[in-house]
């Protein structure tokens, strides 16, 4: 009996050590980021030109969310805290891959050709950067992927998604209008060829 006990509080122990560790960990990450966003927020106010560049970076050229978290991801793990004590089996309702009867040039993309009603599934997984009207793409989503990709989902109708979501590939972005969807693929704010992620 008493080994038995003794048994239990050693694993007991064991798994509070466990979860203490974490939490240190968890808590040094953040006072790490802290620490390093205080030091680059005083930087910005007192250096007006380092100021206007960084502003020029971030808010007029295409920003890399999929850079940004790799990074953090080598450097601190998932950003999601104590993820392994949360986790928990997820059903997927909708998981397809794109689907098309034809395709043609269309603007800076391609121009597919899809049933009606058709429901779009991301090519991707990543995040959701834009929800908007495009000119002549109409309701537009686009989606960075993590391989830096940014992939525009052109002329929806309805949009299942939401600004900085995560969508999963095969996940649901919306619903076509008609039976067009028009896709558009940029890396850094370059048109890429739409032959290298559609197959014909």
Wanted: glycine share 6%.
């Amino acid at each position: 009996m008493d080994k038995h006990k003794k048994k239990k509080r050693s694993k007991q122990v064991k798994k509070e050590k466990k979860i203490t560790i974490l939490i240190t960990k968890y808590i040094m990450r953040l006072l790490i980021v802290t620490v390093l966003t205080l030091i680059t927020l005083i930087t910005l106010k007192s250096n007006t030109s380092l100021k206007t560049k960084f502003y020029k970076e971030v808010f007029t050229k295409n920003f890399s969310f999929a850079t940004i978290n790799q990074l953090y991801q080598t450097y601190f793990g998932s950003p999601i805290p104590f993820q392994e004590f949360i986790k928990q089996p997820v059903t997927t309702v909708f998981q397809e891959s794109l689907a098309y009867q034809d395709q043609s040039l269309y603007r800076d993309g391609v121009k597919l050709t899809v049933n009606k009603n058709y429901l779009v599934p991301n090519m991707e997984s990543g995040m959701v950067v834009f929800i908007g009207k495009k000119e002549g793409y109409g309701q537009t989503v686009i989606i960075q992927g993590m391989s830096g990709v940014d992939i525009w989902y052109g002329n929806l109708e309805d949009v299942n998604v939401k600004l900085y979501d995560y969508v999963e590939k095969g996940g649901l972005i919306g619903q076509v209008k008609d039976q067009s969807l028009y896709l558009v693929f940029q890396k850094e704010g370059k048109n890429l060829d739409y032959k290298d992620y559609i197959k014909e």
